[in-house]
């Protein structure tokens, strides 16, 4: 995992590496469509919390 800190805006970012498959499968999402990938993170996470 590669994580890099940006200067300007002092975010850090973390590079994902996914397959096709899971990127396509992703993308056919409904919600994913309007979405950066962070806000899909956030409600994948939720939705995961949620369920336990």
């Known amino acids: 995992m590669v994580t890099k800190s940006t200067k300007s805006t002092n975010i850090?970012?973390?590079?994902?590496?996914?397959?096709s498959?899971?990127?396509?499968?992703?993308?056919?999402?409904?919600f994913v469509r309007?979405?950066?990938?962070?806000?899909?993170l956030?409600?994948?996470i939720e939705h995961y919390k949620n369920k336990k």
Do not use: C, V, Y
């Open 42 to 44: 956030l409600k994948l």
């Open 21 to 30: 498959s899971t990127k396509e499968a992703l993308e056919n999402l409904d």
């Open 34 to 40: 309007k979405d950066t990938f962070e806000e899909i």
């Open 12 to 19: 850090n970012s973390t590079t994902i590496r996914i397959s």
